[in-house]
């Protein structure tokens, strides 16, 4: 095996963030988020740490440095570490009333035009994903842009960073909204935790200093 193994921290696995089910009510009520923490994100948790849970990796160095791992192991590596990470993402970028972020708005505007600019290029993307996957604001360099990636990739694989991620996988809204995967979407907006994006913005820039 490539990888390390840290000797001192040999029993580090990687750990489910904490979510309250019934915060997103009515937007996203507490039975699709219940299945979804537990059965969906606990799952890739789950099968990372079985993959991989002895490495002190943080998830985004397997994604950037996923040559370091055996080659036949790295699809899995990859689809499990993407699955941990794009559900924080998600999780994590969504708050019961949407945040505004001033900063954020003003950095948006500039490239956007206006924020309704931007909410209608997310949604117009995240509208012609097909299949699985997730619509992402991401920092390509030092401009945002708005990707749809397929299944379980993220941005990091790919040089971009990570900024919001829409889950776009039917677990994520199918037993709530059934086939309107558009209602869902556009839902998303009134639940936006825009300062936690903001904060992923600061932190990013800070890395690349
Ligand atoms: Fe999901």
Not at 58 to 65: C, V
Not at 84 to 91: I, K, P, R, S
Request: charged content about 25%; cysteine-free.
């Amino acid at each position: 095996m490539l990888v390390s193994v840290n000797n001192e921290r040999i029993d580090f696995m990687y750990k489910k963030i904490k979510l309250p089910y019934d915060s997103l009510k009515p937007i996203i009520i507490d039975e699709v988020l219940n299945t979804h923490y537990n059965n969906h994100y606990g799952k890739y948790v789950d099968n990372l740490n079985n993959l991989v849970g002895n490495i002190s990796y943080t998830i985004k160095d397997i994604l950037i440095h996923i040559e370091d791992f055996e080659q036949e192991k790295r699809s899995l590596v990859l689809f499990n570490a993407g699955g941990v990470l794009n559900h924080e993402l998600y999780f994590q970028n969504m708050t019961p009333k949407v945040k505004y972020n001033e900063n954020l708005n003003k950095l948006l505007i500039k490239q956007y035009g206006s924020l309704e600019n931007f909410i209608k290029n997310f949604k117009e993307s995240a509208n012609s994903l097909q299949g699985s996957g997730y619509t992402f604001l991401v920092l390509n360099k030092d401009k945002f842009d708005i990707i749809n990636l397929p299944n379980q990739e993220n941005p990091y694989s790919y040089g971009m960073k990570p900024l919001l991620a829409l889950d776009l996988w039917e677990h994520a809204y199918y037993l709530q909204y059934k086939s309107d995967r558009k209602q869902y979407i556009d839902n998303f907006f009134n639940i936006i935790n825009y300062d936690e994006v903001y904060k992923r913005y600061e932190k990013e820039n800070q890395q690349k200093k």
